[in-house]
């Protein structure tokens, strides 16, 4: 007959995982202090970097999405409030001047967006927003340099106001949606065709897609409704565009 354990046997065993567990808490504990120090150095870093190169991080817009770049690589968010309340990241290290670039580039680009709403739906390109605020600095005199990545951090600081202004992609273009509804899965394939092609027809996506003429007009009537795509009837079939295509075709 095979004997049963022994308790002394238990209680060995019992010790060995106490010594186990408080063996890993303790490289776990070990580990966790490396990489705090590992950090507080890059932030060091980072932080006599800034001051090194604060005029050039105010004034180029490549050198400052680098720079905000190298933040995030390190898990700083250089819009976010810091901890000893004197105001963001970019405001402790480079003064306010670049915190307030970034908050009244937002305001700026809310009032694009609310300003050709009735013409896009809500939709708009990034790449339009920073022409148009580019274009508009240059009839006023001004001499904004802003850049694509700047008006994505603009967009990114309006989040925690609530305001419903979020970027999608359709197809490679990048896109402001200044409205709270969400495309659904057919309105985005064909918004996808028309950032490539321009435009598109009812043949168009009967064709390509297979889809039947009950769903393409579906589709269609919903992007018309909302003003995402304008319609031009002139042609032999009708052919629906994209907003920003027609405007680029007009200038």
């Known amino acids: ?52 190169h604060a005029k050039d991080i105010r004034s180029n817009p490549e050198f400052r999405a680098e720079f905000a770049r190298m933040c995030t690589a390190i898990g700083v968010d250089p819009l976010a409030s810091s901890s000893n309340k004197k105001g963001s990241f970019w405001a402790e290290m480079l003064g306010t001047s670049v915190n307030d670039f970034y908050f009244e580039l937002a305001v700026r680009v809310v009032e694009v967006c609310r300003r050709t709403r009735d ?93 039947d003429r009950a769903r393409v007009q579906t589709v269609v009537d919903d992007l018309l409704s909302d003003s995402l795509v304008w319609v031009d009837a002139q042609a032999d079939e009708k052919e629906y565009w994209a907003p920003t295509f027609i405007s680029n075709i007009n200038k």
């Open 1 to 52: 007959m095979q004997k049963g354990v022994g308790l002394g046997a238990l209680t060995r065993n019992s010790r060995t995982n106490e010594q186990y567990a408080l063996y890993g808490e303790r490289l776990q504990r070990s580990q966790l202090d490396k990489l705090n120090t590992q950090l507080s150095v890059f932030q060091a870093a980072l932080l006599e970097f800034s001051h090194t």
């Open 119 to 211: 013409e896009n739906g809500g939709l708009i390109a990034v790449a339009e927003v920073k022409d148009r605020i580019m274009k508009l600095d240059e009839k006023i005199g001004g001499t904004s340099d802003v850049s694509e990545d700047d008006i994505l951090r603009a967009v990114e600081s309006l989040k925690p106001l609530g305001s419903g202004f979020t970027v999608i992609e359709l197809g490679r273009r990048q896109m402001i949606r200044s409205v709270p509804k969400e495309l659904n899965t057919d309105q985005s394939i064909v918004m996808e065709a028309i950032q490539v092609l321009g435009f598109v027809t009812h043949s168009m996506l009967r064709d390509n897609l297979e889809w």
